[in-house]
């Protein structure tokens, strides 16, 4: 049995989901994000999750090396 984990975007608890470098993504947001339109009045808050994501990401794991 798989264990609720919670979303990166919303923070509510999910069985399931898209996990991107053990990020995890519900379907609600996952659904969100893939209609996103630039002139949505949410666009620039889901980019700010993105970037902010992206960034946790490109941090080097042991710095120094």
């Given at each position: 049995?798989?264990?609720?984990?919670?979303?990166?975007?919303?923070?509510?608890?999910t069985f399931?989901?898209?996990?991107?470098?053990?990020?995890?993504?519900?379907?609600?947001?996952?659904?969100?994000?893939?209609?996103?339109?630039?002139?949505?009045?949410?666009?620039?808050?889901?980019?700010?999750?993105?970037?902010s994501?992206?960034?946790?990401?490109?941090?080097?794991?042991?710095?120094g090396?």
């Open positions: 049995m798989e264990n609720k984990c919670s979303c990166s975007f919303c923070g509510n608890l399931g989901g898209l996990r991107i470098h053990g990020e995890l993504i519900c379907p609600a947001c996952e659904g969100r994000l893939a209609q996103l339109q630039i002139e949505d009045e949410d666009y620039k808050d889901w980019l700010g999750h993105l970037r994501m992206w960034l946790k990401w490109m941090k080097p794991e042991h710095p090396f």
